[in-house]
């Protein structure tokens, strides 16, 4: 059963930084894309930063510059560096990890879910 366990999150104040980790565990399938994406009270999930198994990188608009995903595949971890942080990065982030995973010849993506941690921005 896959775990993603995920830490980094808290209170700080604007212009702070912040580090997220999100370690994936229990699956012996590779990982393909792993991700961050976040959620602001009465707001949609949005995607933050994704990073694909060769190590291509995609931010949203308005966090490039500011924040930086990385991952380490000896590992199965993925980071996301916070700088420069903003009022309005203020949001529940979560991982995502995306396993390559077969069964019976057949091959598909499963995406998992990390519990969510709680960045706080204060002005």
């Known amino acids: 059963q896959v775990q993603l366990v995920e830490s980094g999150g808290g209170l700080v104040q604007a212009g702070g930084s912040l580090r997220l980790s999100c370690a994936a565990s229990g699956s012996s399938f590779s990982i393909n894309a792993m991700g961050w994406y976040r959620q602001a009270p009465g707001k949609q999930r949005e995607l933050v930063a994704t990073?694909?198994?060769?190590?291509?990188?995609k931010y949203a608009d308005s966090v490039k510059g500011r924040f930086t995903i990385s991952r380490d595949n000896a590992n199965n971890t993925v980071y996301l560096q916070m700088n420069s942080l903003k009022p309005e990065d203020t949001a529940v982030y979560s991982c995502n990890v995306q396993y390559v995973e077969y069964n019976v010849g057949i091959r598909w993506l499963r995406d998992y879910w990390g519990q969510g941690t709680q960045v706080t921005v204060s002005s």
């Open positions: 990073i694909s198994s060769g190590g291509s990188r």
